[in-house]
C-alpha cells in the first residue's frame, strides 16, 4: 500500500520562507517522479513543481519565478520543497504526488497534469498573512 505523507505547512508572514517535505511508504520515490500541487478555496488544483526519477530534471510552474526549490532525498525516501519569500498568494494546501507513468510522457509534459499521477498524499496546509 503506498502511502504519501506531506509536512511543514503552517502560519507565516509574507517574506518568510517553509520547506515542506514528502515522505513515501510503498513506493521508492528514486523509482517515481514526484510532484507538488497545490489548491486555493475556491480554485482549481495548480502545477506547483516536480522532480523527474533521477533527480536530473525538475520542472516550476510559472508562479514559481525562483522563489521555490524540489529536490529529493534517496536515502530518507523524501522529496521537499523550499519556499522563500513567500507571499499571501501561496496560501493553499499543497499536495505531493507520485507519476509512476510512461518517462517520456512525463517528460514531454505530464509532469505538469495532476490527473497524471498516481498516488496524492492529503495535503499540508500553508497559510501566509500578517
Known amino acids: 500500500q503506498v502511502e504519501l505523507v506531506e509536512s511543514g505547512g503552517g502560519l507565516v508572514q509574507p517574506g518568510a520562507s517553509l520547506r515542506l517535505s514528502c515522505a513515501a511508504s510503498?513506493?521508492?520515490?528514486?523509482?517515481?517522479?514526484t510532484g507538488w500541487f497545490r489548491q486555493a478555496p475556491r480554485k482549481a488544483r495548480e502545477f506547483v513543481a516536480s522532480?523527474?526519477?533521477?533527480?536530473?530534471?525538475?520542472y516550476y510552474g510559472d508562479f514559481v519565478q525562483g522563489r521555490f526549490a524540489i529536490s529529493s532525498d534517496s536515502a530518507n525516501n523524501s522529496v521537499y520543497l523550499q519556499k522563500d519569500t513567500l507571499n499571501p498568494e501561496d496560501t493553499a494546501l499543497y499536495y505531493c504526488?507520485?507519476?509512476?507513468?510512461?518517462?517520456?510522457?512525463?517528460?514531454?509534459?505530464?509532469?505538469?497534469?495532476?490527473?497524471?499521477?498516481?498516488?496524492w498524499g492529503k495535503g499540508t496546509q500553508v497559510t501566509v498573512s500578517s
Open positions: 504526488a507520485a507519476y509512476v507513468g510512461s518517462a517520456v510522457e512525463y517528460l514531454g509534459g505530464a509532469y505538469y497534469d495532476p490527473n497524471r499521477y498516481q498516488y
Open positions: 522532480i523527474s526519477w533521477s533527480g536530473s530534471k525538475s
Open positions: 510503498g513506493l521508492t520515490l528514486s523509482k517515481s517522479a
